[in-house]
T-cell receptor, first 113, second 115 residues
Framework: KAGVTQTPRYLIKTRGQQVTLSCSPI?????VSWYQQTPGQGLQFLFE???????NKGNFPGRFSGRQFSNSRSEMNVSTLELGDSALYLC????????????FGDGTRLSIL | AQKVTQAQTEISVVEKEDVTLDCVYE???????LFWYKQPPSGELVFLIR??????QNEISGRYSWNFQKSTSSFNFTITASQVVDSAVYFC????????????FGKGTHLIIQP
């Protein structure tokens, strides 16, 4: 069974640009969550999607957004990039809700120059 | 508000020693779920265990065991006879509030197993 797939693995952008990251969940999983991991703040919850609806969002500015498609694939978008957005962005999927075991992808490492 | 504290930033032991990773959590919810994840150098978070707040039974899986104590709000993780392959960052996490709030992670414990 294929795991969670995130693309791209690495990305370099400059301040002010925008970026879109992609996540394909495990087949049959309908819940997709996104997390940001930085050395200073650790792992922080961004948002969760289920059936194409955002169910909850963490404490991040509106520049961070996402969506989920009918096949459960998800994208997250960050607009007007700032240096502090440099991080590893992890996507996780679970069957129905995020209190079930979440299975993570390898992440997208975003570097802002 | 919920919070997870992993007070041990880094632990270094020699192979075959037993090691315990501490996790203390805070939540006002009566229903919640606790998790442990392993993050090897490759970066992917690997799910190890989930425990709900109504199940205080300890669990053993091979060399891994977990001790859940609601009285002290702790969910500690012990590796018996550690191996070099156990070297990784280990995260304890909490989910409460009905399941849609995502996971609240601790800062992680970097475990180094020396040969």
């Amino acid at each position: 069974k294929a795991g969670v797939t995130q693309t791209p693995r690495y990305l370099i952008k400059t301040r002010g640009q925008q970026v879109t990251l992609s996540c394909s969940p495990i087949s049959g999983h309908r819940s997709v969550s996104w997390y940001q991991q930085t050395p200073g703040q650790g792992l922080q919850f961004l948002f969760e999607y289920f059936s194409e609806t955002q169910r909850n969002k963490g404490n991040f500015p509106g520049r961070f957004s996402g969506r989920q498609f009918s096949n459960s694939r998800s994208e997250m978008n960050v607009s007007t990039l700032e240096l502090g957005d440099s991080a590893l962005y992890l996507c996780a999927s679970s069957l129905q809700v995020s209190n079930q075991p979440q299975h993570f992808g390898d992440g997208t490492r975003l570097s802002i120059l | 508000a919920q919070k997870v504290t992993q007070a041990q930033t880094e632990i270094s032991v020699v192979e075959k020693e037993d090691v315990t990773l501490d996790c203390v959590y805070e939540t006002r919810d009566t229903t919640y779920y606790l998790f442990w994840y392993k993050q090897p150098p490759s970066g992917e978070l690997v799910f190890l265990i989930r425990r709900n707040s109504f199940d205080e039974q300890n669990e053993i899986s091979g060399r891994y065991s977990w001790n859940f104590q609601k009285s002290t709000s702790s969910f500690n993780f012990t590796i018996t006879a550690s191996q070099v392959v156990d070297s990784a960052v280990y995260f304890c996490a909490l989910n409460s509030g009905g399941g849609a709030d995502g996971l609240t992670f601790g800062k992680g414990t970097h475990l180094i197993i020396q040969p």
